[in-house]
Antibody
């Protein structure tokens, strides 16, 4: 089964960039559809972007377009999410997660869900 | 974008109660609806996918139903470990969107 291990907490100044990593094990990165979700303190879950296998592209939430980059290193099965021009509003826990299409022996061509999730990476932005 | 609206935003309940959480989509999402449970300091955990299919290992006191725009998550005989925040999510199209969450706490 897939396991995701993320990099450690980060503290950044406003205007800086942060790069969070997510190491995949149990499967290769090429076999999964990676997504990133963030959660500001005391707030809900916010989808940032992820891979759409139907279009074979990474799709980003509009509010992050131009400011977020999602890359993959298949040689190390590690995914990266880089967010630039940080402000205090970007203080949040950032999660990587995989869009799964199979539960046990049952697989679907279209139904999918986020499972598993990484443990989360706290990014704090403060001057 | 498809807006997902949960109600209530929070509720207080006792052990043994039956709890119902509602999620409404701004347009039809057929049955492309998932439910997650999140406890403080932890990543979300999948409970139900495709609106009504219980993820393996999830207790049978949880159930999901609905299609189109209206969905419910029902927790029968609430247990102490069920006090958490619950989120719905649509995977009908991109961008993926979540409801704002429903916090279930102890009365």
């Amino acid at each position: 089964q897939v396991q995701l291990v993320q990099s450690g907490a980060e503290v950044k100044k406003p205007g800086a960039s942060v790069k969070v990593s997510c190491k995949v094990s149990g499967y290769t990165l090429a076999e999964v559809s990676m997504h990133w979700v963030r959660q500001a303190p005391g707030k809900g879950l916010e989808w940032m972007g992820g891979f759409d296998p139907g279009q074979d592209v990474i799709i980003f939430a509009q509010k992050f377009q131009g400011r977020v980059t999602m890359t993959e290193d298949t040689s190390s099965d590690t995914a990266y999410m880089e967010l630039s021009s940080l402000t205090s509003d970007d203080t949040a826990v950032y999660y990587c997660t995989v869009a799964s299409y199979c539960s046990g022996a049952t697989c679907y061509s279209d139904y999918n869900w986020f499972d598993p999730w990484g443990q989360g990476t706290l990014v704090s932005v403060s001057s | 974008d498809i807006q997902m609206t949960q109600s209530p935003s929070s509720l207080s309940a006792s052990v043994g109660d039956t709890v119902t959480i509602t999620c409404r989509a701004s347009q039809t999402i057929r049955t492309y609806l998932n439910w997650y449970q999140q406890k403080p300091g932890m990543a979300p955990n999948l409970l139900v996918y495709a609106a009504s299919t219980l993820q393996s290992g999830v207790p049978s006191r949880f159930s999901g139903r609905g299609s189109g725009t209206d969905f419910t998550l029902i927790i029968n005989s609430l247990q102490p470990e069920d006090f958490a925040t619950y989120y719905c999510q649509q995977t009908y199209n991109f961008p993926r969107t979540f409801g704002q969450g429903t916090k279930v706490d102890i009365k």
